[in-house]
């Protein structure tokens, strides 16, 4: 069990947490919320806000033809909306399965693809990327 875990306490490591909290569906009241408390409905699942995720992409500076690996994607707002502003293509990574298939439903049409990876072991050829960006993930 990681160190860092803010999960130690009940005994379940963060890969529990996760697997389980995806299974859960985004639901329509949590979609309510965060339209009616944030004004939008990403699907927002930590704690970085889109504003913070349009920082971000402002400071990446990405362009078409730059690949971004969006680590710890998660049901992968964070990098469709980097993907989008920029033209990048976008590689979202994370363990959980459910949040794998959320992400690729919600990357769909863009230059995406979804890819099952641990942060700590990437199987990614190095220097593949442009950038890095990883809302909220501790690896
Ligand atoms: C708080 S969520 C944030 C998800 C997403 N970035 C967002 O902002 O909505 C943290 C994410 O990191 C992922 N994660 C944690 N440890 C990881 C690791 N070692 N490798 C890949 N992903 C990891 C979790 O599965 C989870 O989806």
Excluded at 56 to 82: E, F, N, Q
Aim: hydrophobic content about 40%; charged content about 25%; aromatic content about 6%.
């Amino acid at each position: 069990m990681n160190a860092l875990s803010p999960h130690d306490a009940d005994g379940q490591s963060d890969r529990e947490f996760f697997r389980n909290m995806y299974r859960l569906e985004h639901s329509v009241v949590a979609r309510e919320v965060e339209r009616n408390v944030l004004g939008h409905e990403v699907g927002l699942n930590g704690y970085t806000t889109v504003e913070q995720a349009q920082q971000i992409c402002d400071a990446l500076a990405l362009s078409v033809g730059d690949r971004l690996l969006d680590l710890g994607a998660g049901r992968g707002w964070p990098g469709r909306l980097i993907a989008e502003s920029s033209g990048c293509s976008l590689m979202s990574t994370d363990t959980p399965l459910q949040a794998l298939k959320d992400a690729k439903e919600y990357v769909a049409g863009l230059d995406a693809n979804v890819v099952a990876a641990d942060g700590r072991a990437l199987p990614f050829e190095a220097e593949l990327f442009d950038a890095v960006s990883h809302a909220d993930v501790f690896c």
